[in-house]
C-alpha cells in the first residue's frame, strides 16, 4: 500500500510538473502596418500629429476625436482619405503601455505641432506604386495608394 501511495504521488508531481510547463504568457503586440517606422517592433500606439490621431498597432485602428469623444476606426476620417501614412511623421510612443493614448493629447499636440516638417522616416514596408524614393521632399503628397490616406491641401 505505501508503494502504491508513493506511484501516486509521484505521477500528480510528474502531471503537475507538466502542466505548469505548458503554461505560458504571451503577449501580443500585434503586427506593424507596412507604412510605421522600422526598427519599433514592441510599441503599441504611434501619434499622427499631421491629422493628430494615434494609431493603435494591436487592434490595427485609428484613434480620433470625433465630435465630443475619442472613436476608435479601422480608417482616419474622410477629410483625410488623401493622406500619405507613408510621408507623414509618426511618432513612436514607447513610454506609453495604457490603453487611452489620448490622455496626454494636449502635450503631443504641442510638443509635434501639425504641420512641422519632421526628419523623414524608414518605413518598414514600400509605398505601394514608387516605394519610399516618392517620401523625401514629396511627404504630403499622396498617390492615393496608401490605405486610402494621402494628406490633402
Known amino acids: 500500500m505505501r508503494s502504491f501511495k508513493l506511484v501516486l ?3 500528480i508531481l510528474f502531471f503537475a510538473g507538466t502542466a505548469q510547463a505548458q503554461i505560458s504568457l504571451q503577449v501580443n503586440v500585434g503586427t506593424p502596418p507596412m507604412w510605421g517606422p522600422s526598427g519599433y517592433n514592441q510599441v503599441r500606439y504611434y501619434y499622427l500629429p499631421d491629422v493628430e490621431a494615434y494609431y493603435d498597432i494591436q487592434s490595427s485602428m485609428f484613434i480620433y ?6 472613436v476608435h476606426r479601422s480608417n482616419l476620417p474622410a477629410r483625410y482619405r488623401n493622406y500619405d501614412l507613408y510621408g507623414g511623421y509618426k511618432v513612436v510612443m ?3 503601455h495604457g490603453s487611452t493614448p489620448y ?3 494636449n502635450n503631443y499636440k504641442v510638443k509635434y505641432a501639425k504641420g512641422n516638417h519632421w526628419k523623414t522616416q524608414k518605413t518598414i514596408g514600400e509605398k505601394p506604386g514608387n516605394g519610399n524614393r516618392g517620401n523625401k521632399g514629396n511627404r ?3 498617390d492615393g495608394n496608401s490605405n486610402g490616406h494621402s494628406k490633402k491641401h
Open 140 to 142: 504630403n503628397k499622396g
Open 9 to 11: 504521488f509521484g505521477l
Open 103 to 105: 490622455d496626454n493629447f
Open 94 to 96: 514607447n513610454d506609453y
Open 65 to 70: 476625436y470625433s465630435g465630443r469623444t475619442w
